[in-house]
């Protein structure tokens, strides 16, 4: 259930947000599905756990960025550098809250909770 709200929230922010940006209504779809797949795995599986939420929400926005920006890049899609930051954006302050509606779902830690 949670990749699911994952999905709808990122999807939400990431694919008008890439829309806006410049790049076609259907890359910034994949795209937005893809990044937020990748994200799932690597920031709310592997690092929230292991982290704090300050911590994973950055390690989200710094991966997100990235991903957007290289699949930009590599699929040669036009696009705004500010507008993927912007959009990047917007998705790691959701992050943040999203990180703490699993923090009080009960994901586990092996450090502090932040």
């Not at 259907?26 to 990748?38: C, D, E, H, P, Y």
């Not at 705004?80 to 990180?99: D, K, N, R, W």
Request: proline share 3%; with cysteine; net charge neutral.
């Amino acid at each position: 259930m949670n990749i699911i709200i994952k999905l709808l929230i990122n999807g939400v922010i990431g694919i008008p947000g890439l829309w806006w940006s410049g790049t076609s209504l259907t890359f910034a779809f994949v795209a937005s599905i893809i990044v937020s797949l990748i994200a799932y795995a690597i920031g709310d599986l592997l690092i929230l756990p292991n982290t704090n939420n300050t911590f994973a929400t950055t390690a989200d926005f710094l991966l997100v960025f990235a991903l957007f920006w290289a699949s930009c890049a590599l699929f040669n899609q036009t696009y705004h550098l500010s507008g993927i930051l912007v959009t990047t954006f917007a998705i790691g302050v959701v992050e943040y809250f999203y990180h703490s509606y699993l923090q009080h779902k009960g994901v586990h830690h092996t450090k502090h909770p932040g």
